[in-house]
């Protein structure tokens, strides 16, 4: 009935007849051209011909616009069936895909692996010893007595009163001169004037008989005094004998006499 109707406004028939049947002729024609476009070049689809050229279709050969300034130009994307859209644009740049590099979204599992251990550093070399540090005594030590640092002390002078109280002065072996002057062998230099300042007396220590002598100055002024008596002449020394000389008060401490002298160590009589 409709293809009546078409008839009667002035249009051919259709060959065929129904819708169905033409849709399928279509399609049987588009497929029989396939087929021939080996041979031909060309493909017959609904009844219109296209020639096969190697020219691209009027949309693709569009020119591209021109960049705008301040705006970088555009990159073309090359779609790829099997790849993704980072390749595709490493593909455009002319960038080489590094096969041990993979995208976000790339179908593999990364392997992290640790970075190559090089050989094993050689342990650091002992530092040499710091004379300057204390060291360790293995074994007996070894004492060295070849030479006196300074004079050798064989007894003291401590004050106990007077100016200077608690401060004490050495006592050498032979002939001490004892004054106020800091030139003085044993200088009772805290203060006191009237003390001399040039030998006010004498201390001596002889290393033959091991005994101590005081012997006073008696051209002085000043007069001193032993244990509050005052000599005229040479007086033996003992252990805590106190010597008065003007205000002061000294007590005198032997360290050589009769148990010990210098003269006993054998390393010195070398």
């Known amino acids: 009935m409709k293809d009546e109707k078409r008839a009667a406004n002035g249009q051919p028939p259709q060959p ?12 049987r024609d588009a497929l029989n051209a396939a ?8 493909i017959s689809i609904g009844g219109r011909t296209d020639r096969v050229s190697g020219k691209a279709p009027p949309e693709a050969q569009k020119t591209p616009a021109a960049p705008v300034a301040g705006r970088p130009p555009e990159i073309p994307v090359v779609a790829s069936h099997a790849g993704s859209t980072s390749d595709a644009v490493r593909d ?8 041990r590099h993979f995208e976000a979204g790339d179908p593999a599992t990364q392997s992290l692996r640790a970075a190559a251990v090089g050989p094993k550093t050689a342990a650091p070399a002992v530092a040499a010893v710091d004379p ?15 030479g006196f640092h300074s004079d050798p002390v064989v007894g003291w002078l ?19 001169a004892v004054g106020r002057g800091k030139d003085q062998r044993i200088p009772i230099d805290f203060g006191d004037a009237t003390i001399s300042s040039e030998e006010q007396a004498y201390i001596r220590y002889d290393s033959m008989d091991r005994s101590f002598l005081f012997v006073p100055n008696l051209s002085k002024t000043n007069i001193v005094a032993i244990n509050d008596k005052k000599p005229t002449g040479a007086v033996k020394l003992e252990l805590m004998d106190v010597i008065t000389m003007g205000r002061t008060q000294l007590a005198f401490v032997p360290f050589c006499g009769e148990e010990f002298d210098w003269s006993e160590l054998s390393d010195l009589k070398e």
């Open 132 to 146: 300057s540090k204390t060291q360790a005594v293995r074994g007996k030590p070894k004492v060295l007595r070849n």
């Open 92 to 99: 455009a740049k002319g960038v080489t895909r590094d096969p």
């Open 158 to 176: 401590v004050v106990v009163g007077g100016p200077g109280l608690g401060a004490y002065r050495p006592v050498y072996e032979g002939n001490n």
């Open 16 to 27: 065929n007849g129904s819708l169905p049947n033409r849709i399928l002729g279509s399609l």
């Open 35 to 42: 087929s021939r476009d080996d041979r031909s070049g060309e």
